[in-house]
């Protein structure tokens, strides 16, 4: 990205594009190598990082907090309703990935096609001034050397150089036009202005911003300890307190407090921070988001309610929230990045809340998170090096669709099969608050129970 002034975008009203939009490889290969050179003297340039830690310092509190309600309403559903519930939700959600796979394919196809016309483009007009300014080199040395031609030829010859001189110069003057544009922009150009839209894309470089991480980890501790305090059926509180006690509920209360708060703030902090950037004229993509109330509310229903699905199924939540995030105009890549974030968060929230529930037993929540923290870097690293090289970005979208549809069969197959070891038996809603017995504490009764939820 140059800092140069962003462009009202007529394509999505209420957004704001870069200068970028329309250029050819040629033109965005040179940019690179301005950029990695320093720049051109007069503009500056920047990257940014696939991770949006503004997006996920708002949404990850406003999900966890679902999946602190999920983890409740879990506790009261039979296993047969929450399990045929997440059925529902994962197939749906498959439905309407795969119908946005399909459509940001057809653009990334188009896009292609245009990058490569764009490109031959350029070739055909470099090799079109390259050959002029030979012809016309030629040209000068022919008539420079013919003393003895007569009038004519070299009236013709002279003609000849002028039209060729023309067409070069209109080459020249297409091929520059943009150069053009930004020189007039420099001289338009508010130092004061142009000095803040470079303090916002430097912030915006950095690859590892150390106090967004810093407030991430600290979500995630806070949240932590608030749990081990509160304690549940599978893990007594540190503290020594149950559900029957009234320290139990307000810990409860505190989770909530705590990661709404946390969203408040820094929603609050998002909004802010657009709105000084469009002052300044800030060069936005046309998928980044612009936040004021209307999106913040709307991100955060829909935030969390994928939380609640998170806590309510056992799963981090990404396969409710990515398809949201891709309906909502962000970035495949950046979306699946910024979600795979949250769900490091959400999931390891999710899984001590399970295990201090009695719900799930901890070497299943070790064991889980080994194979996924290699199947994700695994498949994170070929799909990455997949898209370099053809740019198409819909493939993760498609990857999606089809790991939900996957979770879906899976969902069907285990609900079948415990409702047939059940003798297609349908139990009722589960008491709140169970406080473990004498003879309930033994760990392998306790084991034992976690593991007739999920006997495959």
Known sequence: MRDTKGEPSEEHPGTIRSYEKNKGPVAIEADRAAYLSGGDGKRKFYTRPVIDYDMALFLAPTEMAGAVLGVIIQRLFPDWLFVSFAAIVLALTSYKTFGKFKSSYKKDKEKRETMLRLSLAESQRDSSIQKDTEHEANTKTGNDSGINGNCSETGTNGVTSAIKTIELSSIVKDCETDHSNMESDDAEEDPIELEKRRHFLQDDSRQYPKEKIAYLILLWVGLTVITFLKGGKGVDSVIGITCEDAAYYALVAAQ?????????????????????????????????????????????????????????????????????????????SVSTATTASMVLL????????????????????????????????????????????????????????????????????????????SGWCLDGFKPFCVVKKEQDACPTRLLSEAKDMFPY
């Open 256 to 332: 909530f407090l705590w990661t709404l708060g946390f969203a408040t703030v820094f929603g609050i902090k998002n909004m802010k921070r657009t709105q000084a950037k469009m002052a300044v004229n800030y060069p936005f993509l046309e998928t980044d988001v612009l936040w004021d109330a209307k999106k913040m509310l709307s991100y955060s229903f829909f935030t969390f309610f994928a939380g609640i699905i998170a806590g309510l199924i056992g799963i981090g939540g990404g396969m409710v929230l990515g398809p949201l995030m891709l309906v909502m105009g962000v970035h495949p």
């Open 346 to 421: 959400t999931s390891s929230s999710v899984a001590v809340m399970f295990v201090m529930s009695g719900l799930v037993p901890w070497e299943y929540a070790v064991y889980f998170f080994a194979i996924c923290l290699v199947g994700a870097y695994i498949g994170k690293t070929r799909i990455d090096s997949y898209i370099k090289r053809t740019g198409m970005a819909s493939i993760l979208i498609g990857c999606l669709a089809a790991i939900i549809g996957l979770a879906t069969v899976g969902c069907l197959v285990i609900l079948f099969l415990n409702l047939d070891n």
